[in-house]
């Protein structure tokens, strides 16, 4: 359960044991008062016994009415799961690139070569139609992971496989239309407005990555 269902819990919880109190209250305020006017003490004393009991079967039926209400509300293990996919870099060589499902799209690992990381680097950010530095879309320099989904119409672009053609900017290339991108994933030329997104992920170990 999540932090944030966990408060929610508690916060209905707490009003339902409030109004639970309050109405308690009342009702044996007014009882009492009732009781204090009639002369059939016996019959009070029964009336208290069936409120309570009402009161009681009935916040228990309120209880279990709303747990399984709430928990439905949390999601579920396997959705959790689905959120995030742990990477080992291990086996992947320099200037190696694989391909993992995230969430059900393609996300692009590529372990650069020193010279693809000085090309990202050098290249000045005018002639950039999305601009951004290489250095803010890698957490090091040698693994870049990005969204296998070209910006223009979504199609999976070229460049993964050795044999690829990796367009004019030695990255990416979508031959759906005629998209390159570069060895940062930055669109160079053709009809995709944007860079290859570049997805959440950390490093939980030296050769691990979490994305999501
Ligand atoms: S979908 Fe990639 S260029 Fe059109």
Redesign the pocket.
Known sequence: MTLAYFYLLIAVLAIFLFCYFVATRVWIRVDKINREKSEENNKGTRRDFLYLSSISIGGLGVATFMWPFLKSMNPAEDTLALGTTEVSLSDIAVGQSITVKWRGRPVFIRRRTPEEIDEASEVDLASLRDPAEDSERVKEPQWLVLEGV?T????V?LGQKMSDNKGDYNGWF?P????HYDSSGRIRK???PTNLPVPPYEFVGNDTIRIG
């Open positions: 070209c223009h119409l979504g199609c672009p979508c759906c239309h005629g998209s053709g009809p995709a």
